[in-house]
């Protein structure tokens, strides 16, 4: 009995292979997707800081 234990159990395995994939799949694709927003982000924040700073510059002289 416990080898027929074993056999019914085994196959639940390779269904979770299907779910590994299409999660490995949607990473690959917003990968890209999120690094571009990230990176352009970080220069729009950049450019926004020295904008203050500038502000700020004129503000007080």
Request: hydrophobic share 60%; net charge positive; glycine share 6%.
């Amino acid at each position: 009995m416990p080898a027929e234990a074993a056999s019914r159990d085994s196959p639940k395995i390779p269904k979770l292979l299907p779910l590994v994939v299409m999660d490995l799949r949607l990473l690959l694709v917003a990968a890209p997707i999120l690094l571009a927003v990230g990176w352009a982000g970080f220069n729009i924040g950049r450019a926004a800081v020295g904008q203050l700073q500038l502000m700020l510059k004129r503000a007080r002289a």
